[in-house]
């Protein structure tokens, strides 16, 4: 049926269907619906599909109207065409189907009040009707249809009335059962889902109990009875007693039990700290066999600055404790000659230093120059979106390769005759790149060594002129004009005008030099002499060796950066300004075990809420200031004679430091949240030696060495 021939229908109050059939309100009666008015048909009214019939559940609910059922016995048609979900009343001269799983049955359709057969009971008693089915091929059969009637009426939702005959389709729902519920037998509740809450009551029987005994007539064997005789009457106090008796019994082997508990943790905790304080001996010793074991390298096999500055610390101390001996032992002439004795072994050994320093110095020049060459090789690298370091060669970094395999080659030693020409031949390919005079001395070199090689000379003559070779060629890569890639790592700027600004003169030397070449203490007001005067002054006089003090300054920084909380006076003091600090302020010892390693010590904070300076801090070991670094307030902890004692140290650290320039503007904008008094004129720290007598009276914690 097409769109065009349907058209919906409103729910009518006076037809319902049941099954394929439309019966008014007894089970017997059947109405024809109402012709559709031609006005309605072309009102332009909703138009629905046929749909095909569907079959009843098995399980469906009983509904409150008469359903016609076939009986199991009827046949199916071999040919079945889909109907739709609910037909109306049909008209005279129409075949009604009954679908019933798939038997479909034709129903004589004239039916009226007066002809429908009368409902008759069958053996279980249910109302039946007798129906004449005429088959396909022209017979008829009688089927007894069986009448259900259900107590449950179901609600009528709509359907569609047919344009041109006026059939109703009505909805499948309205012709079968309500789905049934079938329980697969597994339980769905329980008491505890139920908040079913359960009590225990003691209750007396209504119905006493009572003993049999043997008697006349009566016989009752004795076998198996007991005697009972009653015991002691305890009293309500003494059995208190007794409980309480008992209670103490437990007690005491619930304390004894903790207090062997207790005292195993005890003697764990102590074999513990033995074999933690073992540890901690066996690795400070090893420590410090490595810090001598580097000591002695260093003094042997000098090549750094600090390492030249161990050394003549060393030779200052051997000189005094020389001087201390012969003054100690002689006197008059024989004084005189062994000093002058000493003098001569003092300038031997000065000598041979500066024998070294000419070794180290060769040495730390060819390290540099390689250095040099592999930065300038060196491909650019990055970490890429995938957290993996990224690397990639430029055109300059390749050039760079190239100039140093190229140098590399031409340091080498022990070659043939033709191994070392075709290494000369490739540099002069290399340099004729560029025409200026550095190339053209270069490739004149070259020449002349090949000369010279063809005439069969000595590699011991040709040392100096190879040496020359190497050096020029060094020049040639330092060019940026003909390697990029070192212009990013020369010190001396391309513009020659540059250096020309902040220029200085020494007092020493008595030279003009860049403001690099000169090394400013923390509370310096002019520039002074310059690092090399300095260095020369102190490897003749002074002799100072700064390199615990510039380890510890190291340590405090990476400590201070720790914190996060721009922490900046640590970053302005330099080694002279902490060893001021560490032996002249605070004695050069622990304030708590006066350990007077210095390699054990450390600066830490007193109070760690503020950043570190020198009024803020204290010198303890290594495991004292981790031990301090878990005070919350310090001055609770130590006590508050011990508690003045460090902020006296912190008025004269104050006292000392204010001098600074840079820590000038500092304090006073931080005066106030210091919160400490100043020093009188009595205590205050004379600074630049115009009165050297007056000195600073510390409390009795230790000395200043």
């Not at 109207?65 to 739709?84: A, K």
């Not at 008693?125 to 089927?143: F, P, Q």
């Not at 008697?215 to 007794?242: H, L």
Request: overall charge neutral.
């Amino acid at each position: 049926m097409s769109e065009s021939e349907q058209t919906a229908t409103k729910p009518s109050d006076e037809t319902e269907t049941v099954g394929d059939t439309t019966v008014g309100e007894t089970s017997t009666s059947v109405t024809e619906p109402e012709p559709t008015p031609p006005d309605a048909a072309a009102a332009g009214e909703p138009e629905a599909k046929e749909t095909p019939a569907v079959e009843p559940q098995p399980t469906a609910e009983p509904s409150g109207e008469p359903i016609v059922e076939p009986q199991p016995s009827v046949e199916p048609q071999p040919s079945v065409e889909p109907q739709p979900s609910a037909e109306a009343v049909p008209e005279k001269g129409d075949d009604v189907k009954l679908v019933e799983s798939d038997a479909v049955l034709t129903l004589n359709t004239e039916l009226s009040m007066d002809n429908i057969p009368s409902m008759t009971k069958d053996e279980d008693g249910a109302d039946t009707l007798k129906v004449t089915v005429t088959k396909d091929d022209g017979s008829t059969e009688e089927v007894k249809v069986q009448i259900k009637q259900e107590l449950m009426k179901k609600p009528f939702v709509g359907g569609w009335r047919h344009k041109e005959s006026g059939k109703e389709y009505h909805n499948c729902s309205v012709q079968t059962a309500p789905k049934r519920y079938v329980s697969d037998g597994t339980p769905k509740n329980c008491r505890e889902t139920q908040t079913v809450k359960t009590k225990n009551v003691r209750s007396q029987t209504t119905s006493d109990t009572s003993t049999q005994m043997t008697k006349t007539g009566c016989w009752v064997s004795d076998n198996e009875d007991k005697i009972v005789i009653p015991g002691k009457y305890v009293t309500a106090d003494e059995k208190f007693a007794y409980m309480l008796k008992q209670v103490i019994v437990l007690q005491s082997y619930f304390r004894r039990w903790k207090a062997q508990k207790y005292v195993n943790s005890i003697r764990q905790d102590h074999v513990r700290r033995i074999e933690w304080e073992k540890k901690e001996e066996e690795r400070k010793r090893k420590e410090k066999e490595r810090r001598l074991k580097e000591e002695y390298q260093r003094r042997m096999q000098p090549l750094s600055k600090e390492d030249f500055d161990l050394v003549y610390h060393a030779l200052e101390l051997w000189r005094r404790e020389e001087i201390e001996s012969i003054n100690a032992t002689k006197s008059g002439p024989e004084r005189k000659a062994a000093l002058a004795g000493l003098m001569d072994e003092e300038t031997q050994l000065i000598a041979s230093i500066q024998r070294h320093k000419l070794v180290a110095k060769q040495e730390l020049g060819k390290r540099g120059k390689k250095g040099f060459l592999n930065k300038c090789a060196a491909p650019k690298e990055w970490i890429g979106f995938d957290g993996m370091p990224t690397k990639m060669d430029t055109p300059y970094t390749m050039r760079a390769k190239d100039l140093k395999m190229t140098y590399e080659s031409l340091d080498k030693r022990y070659l043939t005759r033709e191994e070392r020409l075709d290494i000369l031949l490739q540099l002069k390919l290399t340099v004729k790149e560029h025409d200026c005079k550095l190339t053209k001395d270069i490739v004149e070199l070259i020449d002349r060594e090949a000369d010279l090689l063809m005439r069969g000379t000595k590699e011991s003559n040709l040392e100096g002129l190879r040496q020359r070779i190497s050096s020029l060629f060094l020049q040639y890569i330092k060019t940026p004009l003909f390697n990029p890639e070192a212009a990013n790592l020369l010190k001396v700027p391309e513009d020659p005008s540059s250096l020309r600004k902040d220029i200085y003169y020494c007092r020493g030397c008595g030279n003009y030099l860049p403001s690099t070449d000169f090394e400013l203490t923390s509370n310096a007001r002019s520039i002074g002499r310059c690092r090399k005067c300095k260095s020369l002054d102190s490897d003749g006089r002074l002799r100072e060796d700064f390199s615990r003090y510039r380890s510890l300054l190291q340590s405090i920084r990476a400590a201070e950066e720790a914190f996060s909380d721009n922490s900046r006076v640590v970053f302005l003091l330099t080694e002279a300004d902490l060893r001021y600090l560490a032996e002249n302020i605070w004695g050069a010892q622990s304030v708590l075990s006066q350990w007077e390693d210095t390699y054990d010590l450390t600066l830490v904070r007193w109070n760690k809420k503020h950043e570190w300076s020198p009024w803020n801090c204290v010198l303890l070991t290594n495991e004292e200031a981790r031990a301090h670094a878990k005070l919350a307030k310090p001055e609770e902890a130590y006590g508050p004679v011990f508690t003045q004692k460090i902020k006296y140290r912190h008025i004269l650290g104050k006292q000392y430091f204010s001098s600074m320039p840079k820590l000038s503007d500092y304090m006073s904008k931080n005066l106030k949240s210091i919160n400490m008094p100043l020093p009188s004129n009595a205590e205050k720290i004379m600074i630049g030696g115009k009165k050297a007598e007056e000195k600073v009276n510390l409390p009795p914690l230790t000395e200043a060495k």
